[in-house]
């Protein structure tokens, strides 16, 4: 997902007039991937597992600016993510190509990548790494279908008395979420010519931030914090209905996740705000949330 629900992951804008434009400067964030950055495979020895792992997905599921990277450097794919994570508990082997800014097109279609404005060439379409072995298989997508972690930044102000953005922004979300449903449809039906055996697991996103917010340590005001976590949850409610009328299991992120947002302490939030206090893009998850992931995952299988 980019940023927040899996928007622009590099991103923070500056401040406008009204508007808090988060923009994580592209050529720290560029220095800090490629310093990270080992291209090497992401998968753990299939010698050790019975069970044969592929994860697909968006940046909520990738974990980028988390240590360390690995594989193809604009994807922003962390050995910390929860694929990685989950492929620890249940002794797996993981064929990992989750990536930031995917959207459902990227799963059958290659996908451009970049670091800082710079480009940092294409990967193939996610679903080439399913096979007629495939086991397991997870899925995180549908965030940069509908934009939302663009939206949630240009909701972001320091003004109290500025208009909220729901107005501007609400059918616009609304029917993009709508449209998303038949394009996970046909993701759930291309996993599954391509994996028959597979379980599928789909999970939604977690709990960004609480009812009403937290204005100014988040800078979204009240009524647009509640229309953005609506938003997720609309999302959800998509990805929900879809996976489990394809016979896949649905992973609900934000239940487990409340207590956990980005109006918390340091130490309690799984997902960081408009400026990170951990290693992880702004409007994602951290290393903690990314683990935390893992374990309600795993906890739905039995691991």
């Not at 495939?134 to 949630?152: K, S, Y």
């Not at 959800?236 to 489990?244: A, C, E, G, M, S």
């Not at 408009?274 to 990314?290: C, D, F, K, M, S």
Request: proline letters at 7%; one cysteine or more; glycine letters at 12%.
């Amino acid at each position: 997902m980019k940023p927040l629900f899996s928007g622009r992951p590099f991103t923070r804008r500056i401040v406008r007039s009204r508007v808090v434009k988060s923009r994580v400067v592209r050529g720290a964030v560029g220095a800090l991937v490629l310093a990270g950055a080992t291209l090497g495979g992401t998968a753990v020895p299939a010698s050790a597992a019975a069970v044969e792992y592929v994860a697909l997905g968006d940046s909520m599921a990738s974990g980028p600016l988390i240590p360390d990277i690995t594989g193809p450097v604009g994807c922003g794919r962390s050995t910390h993510n929860y694929p990685h994570e989950l492929a620890s508990k249940l002794g797996a082997s993981l064929r990992d190509v989750t990536c930031s800014g995917a959207k459902s097109t990227h799963m059958t279609q290659s996908q451009s990548t970049s670091v800082g404005g710079v480009d940092t060439g294409t990967v193939p379409p996610q679903l080439d790494a399913l096979r007629a072995s495939t086991t397991l298989v997870t899925l995180t997508i549908g965030g940069n279908d509908v934009g939302l972690v663009g939206i949630a930044q240009d909701c972001a102000t320091l003004d109290p008395t500025a208009t909220p953005c729901k107005g501007e922004f609400e059918e616009q979300v609304a029917q993009r979420t709508r449209d998303f449903g038949p394009k996970l449809s046909a993701v759930l039906d291309g996993i599954r010519a391509r994996s028959p055996q597979a379980r599928i697991v789909v999970t939604g996103y977690g709990l960004y931030i609480k009812q009403n917010g937290c204005w100014p340590v988040q800078p979204v005001l009240p009524t647009d914090a509640n229309f953005l976590q609506g938003s997720v949850n609309a999302l959800n409610d998509v990805i929900r209905q879809q996976t489990t009328a394809h016979g896949g299991t649905y992973i609900d992120l934000v239940t487990p996740s409340a207590g956990h947002d980005a109006c918390q302490s340091s130490s309690k939030r799984w997902v960081e705000g408009y400026v990170p206090v951990h290693a992880a893009a702004p409007l994602h998850p951290n290393a903690q949330g990314e683990a935390a992931y893992a374990g309600v995952i795993g906890a739905a299988l039995g691991a």
